[in-house]
């Protein structure tokens, strides 16, 4: 089993559940994970992931290795039949098997560079790993998703909804670097697959995502019309998909404020963090009652949890445990 994808999930509603059951005993499997061990290799940087992922299976009972490849591993090669006589050393296809004989799940992080939108589509460092790695592979944020991030958002959710049918809004902010599209991408797949929210997309007109990913979802272009009775907002930048990582909008007036906020129905604020404050949302915001931002945070040790937990429970040889 691996988690690649948020479209993995067979049932979100019973994700959650189980995630939330989780949240009130974390150390309930804490015997799952004995002499098990999580290879966690970070191709970019991370503060939440990291820690909440390592927390996550330190939860579990597992060792943890952490590896830097910035800094730390050789420059692997994804290519087939490639000449290796330039700036790679290594090949995904022993590097995948060797790191795959020290651990019994590897879990990567690897940004899109977003240059080559063809490359980052096809996922060249996650699929790599998925094809010659010979354990299970989680997703900490590849080029084009997020899953761990959007399931610790469907769980925040779950804990703040007030009403049987709430709506969500995910509106694009300012951003003064260019940004991927996957924790947005990770977001629109997850609402999909809720049964009981509306959901609306709103950004400026020529920032549309991928439309193989928001397929049939309302998308509004007038951010004050989206805000309309919302019940949550979602704040992310992306950048161009057309213009492939291209900035050509910083439109400062898609700023989530307070004044915007008063056009919900008093919703709460959501963002993935780190979020540049007073250019994606104002102080007054996410200072707020309202924001929720630290309890999805909280929650992404939760979703990391339940995944690990599933991914453990299929693996040979496991500790017996408690079902959830």
């Keep these: 089993m691996n988690y690649t994808s948020i479209k993995e999930i067979d049932s979100l509603k019973k994700w959650v559940k189980q995630a939330l059951k989780i949240k009130k005993d974390p150390l309930k499997n804490q015997r799952l994970g004995k002499d098990k061990t999580l290879v966690m290799l970070f191709f970019n940087p991370s503060l939440r992931t990291r820690l909440s992922t390592q927390k996550a299976a330190i939860n ?9 490849f910035g800094t730390e591993g ?29 651990c019994d799940i590897i879990a990567i992080r690897a940004f899109a560079g977003l240059t080559d939108k063809e490359k980052d589509n096809a996922e060249t460092v996650l699929n790599g790993f998925v094809k010659y790695a010979t354990v299970p592979i989680v997703n900490m944020e590849s080029a084009t998703g997020h899953p761990l991030q959007s399931l610790a ?15 969500v809004v995910l509106t694009w902010a300012p951003h003064p670097k260019a940004l991927p599209q996957a924790v947005a991408n990770s977001f629109v797949e997850m609402m999909q697959l809720q049964r009981d929210m509306d959901f609306v ?43 492939y990582g291209k900035v050509t909008n910083t439109d400062e ?11 919900t129905n008093n919703a709460k604020f959501m963002h993935c963090l780190p979020v540049r404050r007073n250019v994606i949302v104002a102080d ?20 990391a949890q339940l995944v690990l937990q599933k991914i453990l429970k299929r693996l040979p040889n496991k500790t017996k445990s408690l079902e959830y």
């Design 60 to 68: 579990l009972g597992m060792n943890v290795m952490v590896m830097n």
């Design 284 to 303: 007054e915001v996410i200072d707020s009652e309202n924001s929720i931002v630290i309890q999805q945070a909280h929650n992404r040790t939760y979703s």
């Design 201 to 243: 997309i709103t950004h400026p007109e020529g920032y549309e995502l991928n439309p193989e990913i928001t397929k049939d979802s309302v998308i509004e272009y007038n951010q004050n019309k989206a805000f309309e009775n919302a019940d949550f907002i979602y704040a992310k930048n992306w950048s161009n998909y057309n213009d």
């Design 153 to 167: 958002d469907a769980i925040t959710m779950a804990e703040f909804k007030t009403k049987h049918k709430p709506k």
């Design 253 to 263: 007036n898609w700023t989530v404020t307070a004044d915007k906020m008063k056009l």
């Design 74 to 102: 050789w420059t692997l090669e994804f290519e087939d039949g490639t000449i290796m006589n330039q700036g790679a050393s290594e090949h995904i296809k022993e590097a995948a098997e060797v790191v795959s004989q020290y």
